[in-house]
């Protein structure tokens, strides 16, 4: 090793100040400054041998841009220390323990450890054989990290995170919100990754996960940061699914809107911007669901009674479907009825689902 080289030169030196002449250390005249002792140099900053890198300029250069990651089995990492020739050039493996291996230093767990408190331990312990170490670690491939996302977003599933994410990147990534997606963004992160730095976490009763839910009009709007966490393994993403009615048949703009609450008939029937013509609306038609189970129950409605405010402006609940039949139509039926706005509903849902 250089170092060794160094070091002896020290010792060399150090042993030559005592043989300097007694008279030095007396008081010298004015005109005779007495020339300082000779001290051993600091053998980390004697100048280069060829063209180098000042040693400020490289004390300036970020070893660990991403402060917030932390290092786990996978990931893959390069450590460099000034005059420590020993240390490998390529990207040292952190192991399925946790740990890597280096010359001098033996086995070191860094799983859990940022970058630059990988690189002070490093320096560390390296001052049992230099005077001031100068180390240098940096991330040469990140692990991958599964994280999922369900619910109203384009393209859900499990996403391979290679490197920091923020959850408005993976939002973002995943192309964004659907047009189902109602106003909540439920996070949950298992307790062994960490904690989970949002104002409502809890921990379930399992004691494993904790959870927490955010707005999607924060994320939407980016108006809090603090909502941009950064993601870790395992993390689950659920964004909400929207209330949604649905009005078919002859109206002008058949279609799913998002209730954001209770919404009446003839709202409605106004975002879906009235009837066309021929539309038999004495004849309309609300389907629900019936409680417990997927069945719906029909809810006649005679819409021509509610403009005229002689009939109530019923609310409609979510997944109702308001259809409106031509003038020809004849109820053939139950079944016939569910079959034809079933459909229509489904077509509106291909559509697209509209704000409300």
């Keep these: 090793m250089k170092w060794l080289t160094s070091i002896a030169l020290s010792a060399c030196l150090a042993a030559a100040a005592p043989a300097q002449p007694p008279q030095a250390a007396e008081p010298a005249s004015p005109a005779e400054p007495v020339a300082p002792a000779v001290e051993a140099p600091d053998v980390n900053h004697l100048p280069p041998a060829g063209p180098s890198r000042p040693v400020a300029l490289r004390k300036r250069q970020p070893s660990h841009g991403v402060p917030a990651y932390t290092l786990g089995p996978g990931d893959k990492i390069v450590i460099r220390a000034l005059d420590v020739e020993e240390f490998p050039d390529e990207p040292i493996l952190v192991d399925d323990r946790g740990t890597i291996d280096l010359p001098y230093i033996g086995r070191l767990n860094v799983q859990g450890l940022t970058l630059g408190q990988v ?156 009837f066309q013509p021929h539309a038999a609306a004495k004849n309309a038609r609300i389907l629900r669901v019936k409680p417990g189970t997927d069945e719906r129950i029909i809810i006649p409605v005679n819409l021509k009674k509610v403009l005229r405010g002689e009939a109530e402006d019923i609310a409609l609940k979510p997944q109702d479907i308001l259809f409106v039949p031509h003038a020809s139509w004849k109820d053939f039926g139950t079944r016939m009825v569910l079959g034809a706005t079933t459909a229509a509903a489904a077509a509106s849902v291909y559509a697209g689902v509209r704000g409300y």
């Excluded at 991958?144 to 920091?164: F, H, I, K, T, W």
Aim: charged residues 25%.
């Design 119 to 274: 690189e002070a331990e490093v320096t560390r312990r390296l001052k049992k054989y230099l005077l001031k170490p100068d180390v240098t670690v940096s991330i040469a491939e990140f692990r991958p990290r599964p994280v999922s996302v369900y619910g109203a977003v384009e393209r859900p599933g499990v996403v391979q995170l290679r490197g920091p994410k923020t959850l408005w990147e993976l939002i973002s990534d995943v192309g964004g919100f659907s047009n189902q997606a109602g106003d909540k963004i439920r996070i949950t992160r298992r307790l062994d990754e960490g904690d989970l730095p949002l104002p409502n976490a809890q921990v379930d009763e399992t004691g494993r996960y904790i959870t927490a839910e955010i707005s999607t009009r924060d994320v939407l709007e980016m108006r809090d940061p603090d909502t941009n966490i950064e993601l870790k393994a395992h993390d689950v993403i659920s964004v909400s699914v929207a209330d949604v009615v649905y009005v078919v048949g002859h109206v002008n703009r058949a279609g799913g809107f998002v209730t954001n609450g209770s919404i009446s008939l003839l709202e409605a029937l106004s975002l879906a911007g009235g």
